[in-house]
T-cell receptor, first 111, second 108 residues
């Protein structure tokens, strides 16, 4: 079965700083990869997903992620964060079982 | 088109009480899922239903039962609630790409 690691528990950035959140998974077969965002008090929203094809995936709100198969990674990036990006971010992977989530990374953006 | 809906939004139970969390989707999706979210634990899958008439255990099924009533509805039942089941419960559909608003459950 697959597993997911998000190495950053809490990230604090100033507005306009660049963001990169790490996500590594363990599974030897074909995977589908997802990033979700959860704003305070709200449910999860899908930011982007990778099934196949171009390993650089663009999502909503200016986010993108790159699938690097050799590193088993699917890192989330945004060139310039805003205060409104303050939220918790979850990486998830689907291999031979339903989606497995990482423990999440809390992002705090300060003015 | 309401997406995925859940009821109730909040619930407080006493240990040993039972209750059913309701979930419905209007997007004609085959698959539906129940997760629980606990601080620092991410989301963990309780049960899922790949299609109408089928259900399967996820990572943390103990203490729960589910019913896929029809293609639209997937309910989660706690037969005898325990404090360890205090959590936020999310329903999702279509390979977990669409999430409901959640139910915050407290068991005293």
């Amino acid at each position: 079965a697959q597993s997911v690691s998000q190495h950053n528990h809490h990230v604090i950035l100033s507005e306009a700083a660049s963001l990169e959140l790490g996500c590594n998974y363990s599974y030897g077969g074909t995977v589908n990869l997802f990033w979700y965002v959860q704003y305070p008090g709200q449910h999860l929203q899908l930011l982007l997903k990778y099934f196949s094809g171009d390993p650089l995936v663009k999502g909503i709100k200016g986010f993108e992620a790159e699938f690097i198969k050799s590193k088993f990674s699917f890192n989330l990036r945004k060139p310039s964060v805003q205060w409104s990006d303050t939220a918790e971010y979850f990486c998830a992977v689907r291999g031979n079982t339903p989606l497995v989530f990482g423990k999440g990374t809390r992002l705090s953006v300060i003015a | 088109n309401a997406g995925v809906t859940q009821t109730p939004k909040f619930q407080v139970l006493k240990t040993g009480q039972s209750m059913t969390l309701q979930c419905a989707q209007d997007m004609n999706h085959n698959s539906m899922y129940w997760y629980r979210q606990d601080p620092g634990m991410g989301l963990r899958l309780i049960y899922y239903s790949a299609s109408e008439g089928t259900t399967d255990k996820g990572e943390v099924p103990n203490g729960y039962n589910v019913s896929r009533l029809n293609k639209r509805e997937f309910s989660l039942r706690l037969e005898s609630a325990a404090p360890s089941q205090t959590s936020v419960y999310f329903c999702a559909s279509s390979e977990s790409e669409y999430f409901g608003p959640g139910t915050r459950l407290t068991v005293l």
